[in-house]
Every structure is written in structure tokens, then in C-alpha cells.
């Protein structure tokens, strides 16, 4: 466990040593300091992979159906969000 910790040790000082990039401002400094605590997601009306999936499938012949499950499923859930914005 020592050993791990000094080699976390190590890398944290490695990675806060020596000059950040040139920035005049401060306040940019200490934000590039913090990692952000929060993801920001976006919801699309399109899955992209049902999409790319489907395209693919008009130029080729897929082997071994492996993406089936995902379109079903994908076709499940816009099926289910179209019947909840019905009865709103």
C-alpha cells in the first residue's frame, strides 16, 4: 500500500509542478485547478446509433445481428415516450 501511495504521491506532484500555460488572468488558473463536478448531458430526439445502424444495414449485410437487442430496445423506449407525451 506505501508504495502505491508514493507513487500517487509522485504523480499529483508531477502534474501541479512547473508553470501552467500563460493565462493573465488568475481566476482561469485556479478554475483549470479544479476538476469539474458535474457532467452535462443532452437529451436528442434521434439516437445516433440507431441511426449510423440502420444506415450501415442499406449498404451491407450485418453477420451476426448484434445491434438487434439495442434497436428493439431503442424502439421500446420511443415507443413508450410517445405514449407518455399522448396522455399529457
Known amino acids: 500500500m506505501d508504495e502505491s501511495k508514493e507513487l500517487e504521491r509522485r504523480l499529483s506532484?508531477?502534474?501541479t509542478e512547473g508553470d501552467m500555460e500563460a493565462s493573465g488572468d488568475?481566476?482561469?488558473?485556479?478554475?483549470q485547478l479544479i476538476p469539474p463536478k458535474y457532467e452535462v448531458r443532452i437529451q436528442?430526439?434521434?439516437d445516433p446509433i440507431v441511426e449510423e445502424t440502420l444506415k450501415f444495414r442499406?449498404?451491407?449485410r450485418e453477420l451476426d445481428?448484434?445491434?438487434?437487442r439495442?434497436?428493439?430496445?431503442a424502439a421500446k423506449q420511443k415507443a413508450?415516450?410517445?405514449?407518455?407525451?399522448?396522455?399529457?
Open 26 to 31: 488568475a481566476e482561469e488558473r485556479e478554475r
Open 70 to 73: 439495442y434497436l428493439d430496445r
Open 65 to 68: 445481428n448484434r445491434y438487434d
Open 58 to 60: 442499406t449498404m451491407a
Open 80 to 88: 413508450e415516450a410517445e405514449t407518455d407525451d399522448q396522455s399529457q
Open 13 to 15: 506532484d508531477m502534474l
Open 44 to 46: 436528442t430526439e434521434r
